[in-house]
């Protein structure tokens, strides 16, 4: 019998700096506008999370959404810590790209 070639099985590898991408604004916001089904012109940056509709399950797909999208790991607990229903959308986003931006890892790199 021929033996095959294993391929070895590849985990989630640690992401370098230089893959990270910092996020465009406009592009996350687009992005959560169709998660909620909304214009993006109807996201005020002063409207909360509570008055948009986001539930937790909304934030962790868009959290998760983001993260495969500029290739950045938050740190869930920190970011948990920050994601009250009052929290204003503008300063969500803002954590959002000062997270990728810093290229912010739970996985400790």
């Not at 169709?34 to 409207?47: I, K, M, Q, V, Y």
Request: charged residues 25%.
């Amino acid at each position: 019998m021929t033996q095959k070639k294993r391929t070895p099985v590849e985990t989630t590898p640690a992401l370098s700096r230089e893959s990270r991408q910092v996020p465009d604004r406009e592009d996350l916001k687009q992005r959560l506008a169709a998660r909620l089904r909304l214009d993006t012109a109807s996201l005020h940056e002063t409207a909360t999370l509570e008055q948009l509709g986001l539930d937790s399950l909304l934030l962790a797909e868009t959290v998760a959404d983001v993260e495969i999208r500029y290739r950045v790991e938050f740190d869930m607990t920190v970011l948990a810590g920050s994601l009250v229903p009052t929290l204003p959308l503008g300063a969500f986003l803002d954590l959002l790209g000062e997270g990728t931006s810093r290229g912010s890892s739970h996985a400790g790199a």
